[in-house]
């Protein structure tokens, strides 16, 4: 489940930027490898199978998302995962915009 967070958060972003047809294919790809993998995997293992599926299912829809944000963004996967100084001070000034109007 902790790949999936990063797929959220990128389609808030492609939704915001119009590009729907990004969210939908990558659901469509959670969706198929999650039925393929159900088919193969819940017969001989049953619940567990059916959990492993879901984990494929979630992991190929994040690196599909990841993979065509970081190619239309020029961005890198280290920019995307690793915390820099900037973003914690904008963090900052967003919580103590937020504790200070209260």
Known sequence: ??????????A???????QMKVNFICSFI???????ADLILIP???TYGA??????????STLYILYFFINNT?????????IKKTDIELLKG?????????
């Open 51 to 60: 959990a492993i599926a879901t984990g494929i299912a979630y992991l190929s």
């Open 94 to 102: 967003k919580f103590n915009s937020i504790f200070q109007k209260k």
């Open 30 to 36: 959670g969706f198929l490898v999650c039925l393929i």
């Open 12 to 18: 808030s972003f492609f939704a915001g930027t119009g």
């Open 44 to 46: 001989p293992y049953g």
């Open 74 to 82: 020029n961005s890198s996967l280290k920019d995307i995962i690793i």
């Open 1 to 10: 489940i902790m790949p999936f967070s990063i797929t959220t958060i990128l």
